[in-house]
């Protein structure tokens, strides 16, 4: 199987908020935003491994600012790193100046998905060739991330993963 770049995965959803999409503060529901990543990372990760996938876990959200009703928010997703069957699918949020166009980021999320076969069980994907040096940089963190999220759930020994070791004792 032949490693993919994450540009090939890149996803883009744009969305307006709708009054029905806000809290009484007029500011987008964070389950609604957590709905559009979900769905925008999965078709990133369907795109790397075109088979079916599931949401393993939700890695990490960081809500930056509100997001105001009325706003043009871009979600961009792409695949950061491949293992067995699993993928971390990074997403950014954006929201857009209607009069100028700029963009801000505003959010940004981890999730995890699983490629599966017909009858659910977990099947082998593509692995990841990173280009740019931020798709670098969230590649080796992915396997870091993966790790402590191993030994969190006590499914891995703390002295066997060797990238987190790195990062607190020299050699």
């Not at 769905?39 to 105001?68: D, L």
Request: hydrophobic residues 35%; aromatic residues 6%; glycine residues 6%.
């Amino acid at each position: 199987m032949n490693a993919k770049k994450p540009s090939e995965s890149r996803t883009i959803s744009t969305k307006v908020v709708l009054p029905n999409d806000t809290n009484p503060h007029g500011n987008l529901f964070g389950g609604q935003l957590l709905a559009w990543m979900d769905v925008t990372a999965a078709v990133a990760a369907q795109r790397h491994c075109r088979r079916v996938v599931v949401t393993a876990s939700v890695n990490n959200v960081s809500f930056g600012k509100p997001i105001k009703e009325s706003s043009v928010v871009t979600l961009e997703a792409k695949v950061s790193r491949a293992f067995r069957s699993s993928m971390e699918v990074f997403i950014d949020v954006y929201v857009e100046n209607q009069v100028s166009g700029k963009r801000v980021k505003r959010n940004e999320a981890i999730y995890t998905f699983v490629a599966v076969d017909q009858n659910g069980g977990p099947i082998s994907v593509p692995q990841i060739d990173p280009e740019t040096s931020e798709e670098k940089d969230r590649y080796d963190g992915a396997l870091r991330r993966k790790q402590l999220s191993l030994i969190l759930a006590g499914k891995m020994d703390p002295s066997e993963a060797t990238e987190l070791k790195k990062l607190f004792v020299e050699e």
